[in-house]
C-alpha cells in the first residue's frame, strides 16, 4: 500500500498539462481521483487514459465563476465520500505590456490565480478541518519570485497566491491540514500557448523556453514526492530555478541578464 493508495485527491486544471501528467501518476498508485477543468470531453479523455479510470470522476468547472465553490465542494466530496486532497493547478497565464493590457483581462487573471484557487481552498477546508486530516496544494510559479516585463499581472496573481498560502500554513500550523506550494520553473505546457494577449485573445504561440522545459511527467514525479513530504514550498524545474537566488542576492546584475535575453 502506497502513500496514494485509496487516497481522494482532487486536481484543477487537470484536462491538460501538469494536472493531466499528475492524473496519470496518481492513478498508477490507486488513487481516487476527481478531476476538474472547463473542458469536458477533454477530462473524459484524461479519465481514459489513467491506470486506473473505474477510480477517476470529473467534475468539470470554470475557476472563474468561483461564486458557485460552494456546489463545486459538497459534489466533488460526495463523489467518493471525502477528500484527503487537494490540488489548485487550475490557472491562465498572461503576455503583453501593462499599459496595453485591458483592466478585464488582469481581472480575469486574478480571478481564475487567486480568487478561484482560494475559494475551492476556502470552501473544502472546514470539511478537512472536521474529517481531521487533508492537504492543500497550489500550483504557483517562480514567475511569482519576482518581477519580469510583460508578465506583471500573471506574476502578481503567483506572488499574491504563494503569500496567501504561507499566511495560511501558519493559521492552521496546530491543525492535522497540510498546506503546500510548488513553483514550477519552465516546463512543457500549454501554458504560453493559452496566455492572453493585451486585448485578452490567445497568444497562440508557445515560447522557446516552455517547448525546451521539463517534461511535464517528469514534473509529476517531482510533485508526487513533495506531496508525501512536510515542507511547505518547494521549486521544481531546472537552471531556470538560479533565477530565484540570483534575483534575491543581486537583483541588478539578475535584471542585466534578464533584459540582454
Known amino acids: 500500500m502506497g502513500y496514494f493508495s485509496e487516497k481522494t485527491i482532487w486536481i484543477t486544471g487537470a484536462s491538460s498539462g501538469i ?17 476538474s477543468a472547463r473542458r469536458e470531453n477533454e477530462l473524459v479523455r484524461v479519465q481514459q487514459a489513467c491506470a486506473h479510470p473505474e477510480k477517476v470522476k470529473i467534475l468539470p468547472l470554470d475557476l472563474e465563476q468561483h461564486e458557485q465553490a460552494d456546489d463545486w465542494v459538497k459534489k466533488a466530496w460526495g463523489l467518493f465520500g471525502g477528500i484527503d486532497g487537494l490540488v489548485n493547478n487550475g490557472g491562465v497565464g498572461q503576455f503583453g505590456d501593462s499599459l496595453e493590457t485591458d483592466d ?44 519580469q516585463a510583460k508578465l506583471a499581472a500573471y506574476s502578481a496573481s503567483k506572488g499574491a497566491l504563494t503569500l496567501y498560502y504561507e499566511s495560511l500554513k501558519e493559521e492552521l ?26 486585448d485578452g485573445s490567445k497568444m497562440n504561440k508557445n515560447s522557446p523556453a516552455q517547448e525546451n522545459g521539463m517534461p511535464a511527467r517528469v514534473f509529476a514525479k517531482k510533485l508526487k514526492k513533495v506531496m508525501q513530504g512536510s515542507k511547505f514550498h518547494r521549486y521544481i524545474g531546472r537552471k531556470e530555478l538560479l533565477a530565484v537566488p540570483i534575483h534575491t542576492v543581486w537583483p541588478s546584475a539578475f535584471y542585466k541578464l534578464i533584459r540582454k535575453n
Open 19 to 35: 494536472g493531466e501528467a499528475l492524473a496519470k501518476e496518481l492513478s498508477k498508485d490507486g488513487a481516487k481521483l476527481i478531476l
Open 173 to 198: 500550523y496546530h491543525t492535522p491540514v497540510k498546506i503546500q506550494v510548488v513553483s514550477p520553473g519552465f516546463i512543457q505546457t500549454s501554458v504560453t500557448l493559452n496566455s492572453l494577449k493585451p
Open 104 to 147: 478585464h483581462v488582469e481581472r480575469k487573471l486574478f480571478e481564475v490565480n487567486y480568487f478561484g484557487n482560494v475559494a475551492l481552498t476556502k470552501r473544502l477546508l472546514p470539511k478537512m478541518l472536521e474529517a481531521q486530516k487533508g492537504q492543500i496544494m497550489a500550483i504557483s510559479s517562480i514567475a511569482g519570485k519576482f518581477g
